[in-house]
């Protein structure tokens, strides 16, 4: 009799028509009337999820005449305490002779894992300290090489670039590739307490225009190129440079006077799109 009521106890539910909720799909996350697609809070240690993250390296030397900067895995990692780091570091290169150096940085994209066309990407970090470097949060799109006089079909969007040494963000945007062709159009913020803490960096795109926020506050809108309507990838990057354009006033200033190692810290990233 006791096995009788178990086994019509379980077959009930059948019966009803209730279904397990462990098979039931998760709802997608919904804020503010946008649907989260993707993210990355950076958990752990170590290398950052290879199934999200490709972490480019190869020598970038632009300047033979003095040091330059290159791009290597090993500056691009997770710190165990929640966050990505990239980090801008002085290192020997040349016959190991302490000398005769160049600097390396560390960069992430999400090529071949993840690209999204149109929505809202944010990112949550804090700047470097340091001179000589800057960093950026954007996105690419295959596509931005075609020249046709159109950003329509791809656009690097360049969502913030930051500073160690000045209270400036850049916002810009490039089309028609890297050569003659090439179109842009960007616009500096002036947002005095940027380099204090983390601080938050989103762009809103849709098919008519590109805006773009910083903590909240919107700093730039544009629809230059026509706004591309292709998906596009994410990149995080630190860039060093020692040629006179980098080294200016206005951009990322001498890495002679920076002390290294210097660190830019991710806190996450997230991806969404608008609920229809």
């Known amino acids: 009799m006791i096995k009788i009521i178990l086994i019509t106890f379980c077959l009930l539910p059948a019966f009803l028509g209730c279904k397990d909720p462990v098979s039931e799909e998760p709802k997608p996350e919904v804020i503010d009337g946008w649907i989260l697609t993707w993210s990355d809070e950076f958990d752990g240690s170590g290398i950052p999820n290879p199934k999200y993250w490709d972490r480019p390296e190869y020598n970038r030397r632009n300047n033979e005449s003095g040091p330059d900067g290159w791009w290597l895995r090993e500056d691009s990692y997770l710190d165990g305490e929640g966050h990505l780091v990239l980090r801008a570091k002085r290192i020997n290169n040349r016959n190991n002779d302490k000398d005769q150096y160049d600097y390396s940085t560390g960069a992430v994209r999400t090529l071949g894992f993840f690209e999204q066309k149109f929505g809202k ?46 209270d400036k963000i850049n916002h810009a945007l490039h089309w028609d590739g890297y050569g003659d062709a090439h179109q842009g159009e960007g616009k500096k913020i002036e947002f005095p307490g940027v380099r204090e803490g983390y601080h938050t960096f989103t762009l809103e795109w849709d098919e008519n225009e590109y805006r773009f926020y910083i903590d909240g506050n919107e700093t730039w809108k544009s629809n230059a190129g026509g706004v591309s309507q292709v998906p596009a990838y994410v990149k995080i990057t630190a860039e060093l440079s020692t040629e006179s354009w980098a080294i200016n006033q206005y951009w990322s200033n001498d890495p002679e006077k920076a002390i290294f190692p210097d660190y830019f810290l991710v806190d996450w990233v997230r991806v969404y799109k608008k609920q229809k």
């Open 121 to 166: 990407f944010e990112c949550r970090c804090q700047l470097p300290t340091q001179p000589g470097w800057w960093v950026a949060f954007w996105l690419m799109s295959n596509g931005v090489g075609h020249v046709d006089s159109s950003g329509r079909d791809g656009t690097e969007i360049d969502i913030m670039e930051g500073f160690g040494w000045t």
